[in-house]
């Protein structure tokens, strides 16, 4: 069974500019979650949806942004970047049942100049 | 405040030894918690994970456990190997949620042959 797939893997940008991230879950897994992941602040809850509906959001401002598809497939925007958006971003999914792990993807690196 | 702390920044095994990564929460209400290893260019990888019901949790040369009295859960690994160097996160979560979890800083777990 495929992992959970993240594209790209890195990305440059420019402060101001905006990007959008993806991520293909485990087949079968409804509920995809995003984190962030920076040195300095460790690995950060963004939001999770399940079912196409966001059911939980982590305290970053509302540049962040993400949605689900009905495919269980997800992407998370971020806009008007700044240079402190520099981080790994990781994508995980989960069957949401009870006794099941996240699984994580490799993340996209976002680089901001 | 709420957080999830390790108790060693770093851990320098010799290969074959037995390894002990330590944990603290501060969370009382937390009922889930979870080890993760990243290796880099990597995302997490789910290792084990253990409710608050639970004591003792054995996997494959992995083995769990929580103190709930003092709030400290730990990671065992047996006859460790070089494949196991890594950073060591381990994770809480609450009310049910295994999407929504709050990481340590993680530890550096380092094996020499």
């Known amino acids: 069974k495929a992992g959970v797939t993240q594209t790209p893997r890195y990305l440059i940008k420019t402060r101001g500019q905006q990007v959008t991230l993806s991520c293909s879950p485990i087949?079968?897994?409804?509920?995809v979650s995003w984190y962030q992941q920076t040195p300095g602040q460790g690995l950060q809850f963004l939001f999770e949806y399940f079912s196409e509906t966001q059911r939980n959001k982590g305290n970053f401002p509302g540049r962040f942004s993400g949605r689900q598809f009905s495919n269980s497939r997800s992407e998370m925007n971020v806009s008007t970047l700044e240079l402190g958006d520099s981080a790994l971003y990781l994508c995980a999914s989960s069957p949401a049942t009870a006794n099941s792990p996240l699984h994580f993807g490799n993340g996209t690196r976002l680089t901001v100049t | 405040g709420e957080s999830v702390g390790l108790h060693l920044p770093t851990l320098s095994v010799q290969e074959g030894d037995n390894s002990i990564i330590n944990c603290a929460y501060s969370?009382?209400?937390?009922?889930?918690f979870i080890w993760y290893k990243q290796e880099s260019g990597k995302g997490p990888q789910f290792i084990i994970d253990?409710?608050?019901?639970?004591d003792k949790r054995q996997g494959q040369r992995v083995t769990v456990l929580l103190n709930k009295t003092v709030k400290h859960l730990s990671l065992q690994i047996a006859a460790t190997q070089p494949g196991d160097s890594a950073v060591y996160f381990c994770a809480e979560g609450r009310g049910g949620s295994n999407y929504k979890l709050t990481f340590g800083k993680g530890t550096l777990l380092t094996v020499n042959p």
């Open positions: 253990i409710r608050s019901n639970m």
């Open positions: 087949s079968g897994h409804r509920s």
């Open positions: 969370n009382s209400a937390s009922d889930y």
